[in-house]
């Protein structure tokens, strides 16, 4: 029975009798204790009526006694004796509680960097050789496709094989979710605290879900602040940065800024054709360096998407006795160039904004601090952000080799005072719209 014995249990009859002696009654010794699984110790009365007396009456006198012979925070909680209807089936949560679901491909040795990725990345790496310590909590955002989940789940393969007795929970927003309705439900949520709370590192992936739901949101503060009191590493993924979250309520997105908040942005050509030659090797496919390019050229939304169209030359390819070459690609994927906007340049950003502000693009790019070259420069920078796929470091670069902080807290600045700003938000989207009058 776990590592609670029949000692112990008559220690907890001991001291209910001794502490509440109006409650305790002589067929208290034949109760079974059960097992002590989860924080939660189960005990069997012998009938229906004393199993009602106890749960009605008992629970916290039998709770308080047990949290002080075993010197934790456990539970006791009463099972109805055999009579009473078929025992439930186990809790989902305790269920798979031993293994965590990672995909053995989600490593760190199958990840490509770039400068799209490279931030979150190295910030993955950072935690996995000292969670709890570095960035806690860590929080990775970007839109779909574009690695949060291979990252998260390279980070938790990691810690794992530096430190394998690490007890991790990698988990989907929609599976704490659904864990936590059924906790509600079944009246265990004290074993869902215990599950989620004891844990060295709580890996979430897109948080986004959990937005609209308030008493899962309320659950998971709590859940948040054990771990992170207790310097246990926390971190999440979503589609977006906190603070763009609808209706995710202030504190929590104070408390995601707290650590590290990264963002993923879409991978350039050179990334997608080494993402390419990777996710070949991993399958032992040769892909000659002309089809890499070719998809990688053709495919350029999402890497999910590109693993998708190598896919299908792969698949084709067996129709030609698994040779490859650009006809097959060709043919698999169609060598349609899609109509390509132009990309949006600094330069271009630039004639917009010193046009609106009256100010010169040299000064913009200088290192004068005056509110009035300062305000533009912001607005220069969110919309770099905004419109390019530059890095952090990049845009930096092109206003006088700010670092990325500053680009990050410009482009900050300017989104939340957008909000409160009606005037500034209409000079923004007039802006964009000169930028990009396409779409
Ligand atoms: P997200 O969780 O952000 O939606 P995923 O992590 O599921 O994206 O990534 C989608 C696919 O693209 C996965 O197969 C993943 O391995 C791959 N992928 C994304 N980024 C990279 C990268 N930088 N290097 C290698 N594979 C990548
Ligand atoms: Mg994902």
Known sequence: ????????????????????????????????????????????????????????????????????????????????????????APLSFEEDADQIKL?????????????????????????????????NPLFVHGSVGLGKTHLLQATCHAIKDRQSDARILYISCETFVNHFIEAVE??????????????????????????????????????FNTLYQSQKQIIISADESPANIPSLEERLVSRFNWGLVVRIDAPCLEVRMAILRKKARLRCVELPENVVHHVAANVTGNTRELEGALLKVIALSQQYGGVINLDVARQAIGDHVPDQVKPITITDILNVVTAHFGVRAADLQGKRR?????????????????????SLEEIGGYFGGRDHTTVLHAARTISEQKKRDSELSATLAGMIRTLRPVD
């Open 103 to 135: 995909s053995p491909d989600y490593r760190f040795e199958h990840f490509v960097t770039g400068p799209c990725n490279r931030l979150a990345h190295a910030a993955c790496i950072a935690v996995a050789e000292n969670p709890g310590r570095v960035y």
């Open 186 to 223: 079944r009246g265990a949520v004290h074993q869902f605290r215990y599950h989620y709370r004891h844990v060295d590192a709580l890996v979430i992936d897109d948080i986004q879900f959990l937005a609209d739901r308030e008493r899962t949101r309320e659950e998971f503060f709590h859940t």
């Open 1 to 88: 029975m776990g590592n609670f014995s029949d000692r112990s249990w008559s220690d907890v009859l001991v001291h209910v009798r001794n502490h509440r002696p109006e409650l305790f009654r002589s067929w208290f010794n034949n109760i079974e204790p059960v097992d002590l699984q989860n924080g939660v110790i189960r005990a069997r009365p012998s009938t229906r009526s004393h199993y009602e007396y106890l749960s009605r009456e008992c629970q916290s006198a039998f709770t308080e006694a047990a949290q002080h012979v075993t010197g934790r925070l456990v539970t006791v909680m009463f099972e109805e004796p055999a009579e009473g209807p078929e025992p439930e």
């Open 370 to 390: 005056s509110r009035s070259i300062a305000f533009p420069r912001q607005v220069c920078m969110y919309l770099a952000r905004e419109l390019t796929s530059l």
